[in-house]
């Protein structure tokens, strides 16, 4: 590690690095992962879903408050051992994985404008 001005194992390293983890990758090697993933949990006998998990969260965080009225069961699956809760967690996971190794994780603040209409939006819903 010596500084040679990228000759080194580092210096080799990067252009791997850049092209895998910071260049954008063509679109329809997303699209071919996405099929191959939903293929493998197809064979599994399993599906993708999102919601699932998503109400168990709110059915743990409505327990925590109380709000018994609701009809939530007494005794709920733990979000650590749930399937769907499982595939939230990775994929939160694993995009924030992705943003760091190709350095786009950064806070922004939007527009104005864009608080406008997630108010009107949360009014409609």
């Known amino acids: 590690m010596s500084g040679d001005g990228g000759t080194g194992f580092l210096g080799r390293f990067k252009p791997d690095y850049d092209s895998v983890f910071v260049e954008a990758w063509p679109a329809y090697l997303g699209g071919i992962m996405v099929v191959l993933v939903i293929l493998g949990l197809m064979v599994s006998g399993l599906f993708w879903g999102v919601f699932g998990g998503l109400k168990l969260w709110g059915d743990w965080i409505n327990h925590f408050l109380g709000l ?42 939007p527009p104005k404008l864009e608080y406008l209409w997630a108010a009107l939006g949360g009014s409609l819903s």
């Open 68 to 109: 018994s009225l609701l009809g939530i069961p007494e005794q709920l699956e733990s979000p650590l051992l749930h399937r769907m809760s499982i595939m939230n967690i990775t994929l939160v996971i694993g995009a924030f994985t992705a943003a760091l190794l190709s350095r786009q994780f950064l806070f922004n603040r």
